[in-house]
């Protein structure tokens, strides 16, 4: 008794619309993280090509053709989406996404012009789905850190949504490279064609509900990791908070000590900050205290860690940083200062900054004498006038 594969189709339209709705109400109660509008597109998009790929027409017409290529767009929206979500979106990505849609829907509009038969279409639709496919689950891999930050994400439990994610994507294009290598090596398949289209089907149901499901859980592990960077920042500078320093600041210390390797401090103090909050007004300060962080942020190395310390103190630590080092950070940091013009409004405002260096090693890398020996060379540095440096 073979399949009834219209009625098949109907069933994976309808969980596909279903997973639409569920994936553009997840979208509308999370506006904020970028992505998730487009998955909810490309899933609308893979329900109204499947209904055009109904059985029972001519499989070379035009209307499977525009299915075809409204399924693999959607595939396209999921990738893109996937890249936006996880901040990993970027000109060569989207070129190269674009590009792989491009050929594949030449390459089906090629097949029909020349007449080419059914299994060589769905060869080649197979092989550029699964091609898209893979190009979303290695996104996601990349944006969580690669095979390493897969399996700490997954054994943290911090990562098991994203990582799910990319395995449903990986396990969605393995079964489209199965589908088109099978094609593609025993030709025409009409006496396993309905098993293998049937398998096809039911493949596309998995797939939707757990991309569906997926999604939801990895927007709530994004919702939960931005909670906990939000309590490390500081809300106005969003620079690390003192809290959080640290914390780190003991991480790296200790993992100096190991290595035997020099930390280096800077400590910050603008110079007469509250005459600028009392002459400006306190919306002003805060507006150079922003652009200060800025500033700041933006010069510096990957490893080094910045925190607003308290008022219009601020600190860079500096890992595996000598005297020397530490000391040439602290004079691009007052040049950068002296140099650029903080603005509000129309309104243009010099800033003269004094600083505090010290280095530490091995049994001098305890939080609290380092911070302790950058204070000190900080208060030697106001006493002596503006702009002035120190080091212990």
């Known amino acids: 008794m073979g399949l009834d594969l219209p009625s098949l189709f109907l069933v994976t339209a309808v969980i596909l619309a279903v997973s639409t709705l569920i994936l553009i109400a997840h979208w509308i109660a999370n506006r904020s993280f970028a992505g998730l509008g487009r998955m909810a597109v490309g899933m609308a998009l893979a329900t109204v090509g499947l209904l055009l790929l109904l059985p029972g027409g001519n499989d070379l017409s035009l209307y499977v053709l525009v299915g075809d290529f409204l399924i693999l767009m959607a595939h396209l929206w999921f990738w893109l989406g996937i890249a936006d979500f996880w901040k990993e979106r970027n000109r060569q990505l989207t070129y190269l996404a674009g590009t792989t849609l491009l050929v594949a829907v030449g390459m089906l ?25 893979f190009g979303a689950a290695l996104t996601i891999a990349k944006a969580l850190g690669g095979r390493v930050g897969l399996y ?30 099978s094609l593609a090596l025993y030709g025409d398949v009409a006496s396993d064609e309905t098993a293998l289209f049937a398998f096809t089907q039911l493949e596309e149901m998995v797939f939707a509900v757990a991309l ?6 990895s927007t709530a592990e994004r919702v939960q990791a931005d909670l906990k960077i939000q309590a490390m920042m500081d809300p106005l500078t969003q620079a ?30 603008i110079d007469k900050f509250k005459q600028i909050n009392l002459r400006h007004g306190h919306l002003v300060g805060d507006d ?8 700041v942020m933006e010069g510096r190395r990957a490893q080094d860690v910045f925190c607003r310390f308290g008022g219009e ?12 080092g530490a000391e040439l950070v602290a004079k ?19 800033l003269t900054v004094s600083f505090g260096v010290t ?15 950058a204070y000190k060379p900080l208060r030697e540095a106001q006493k002596a006038g503006q702009n002035q440096i120190k080091v212990s």
């Open 109 to 133: 509009g090629y097949n029909l012009v020349t007449g080419g038969t059914a299994t060589e279409r769905a060869t080649v639709f197979s092989l550029f789905l699964a091609l898209l496919s």
């Open 152 to 181: 700490k994400g997954i054994i943290k439990r911090k990562t098991i949504g994203g990582s799910t994610v990319a395995a449903v994507f990986f396990g969605h294009g393995l079964f489209a490279f199965y589908r088109g290598i």
């Open 212 to 217: 569906a499901v997926t999604l939801i859980v």
């Open 240 to 269: 690390l908070n003192r809290r959080a320093f640290m914390t780190v600041l003991k991480t790296v210390l200790a993992r100096s000590r190991r290595l035997s390797e020099p930390v280096s401090l800077v400590m910050m103090d």
């Open 288 to 295: 150079i205290l922003c652009q200060f962080s800025e500033g």
């Open 313 to 324: 103190e601020f600190v860079l630590l500096l890992p595996g940083t000598d005297e020397q």
């Open 332 to 350: 691009r940091v007052r040049d950068a200062v002296t140099g650029y013009p903080f603005k509000h409004g129309n309104k243009e405002i010099s």
């Open 359 to 373: 280095t530490a090693r091995g049994d001098d890398l305890l939080p609290d004498s380092i911070l302790d020996a």
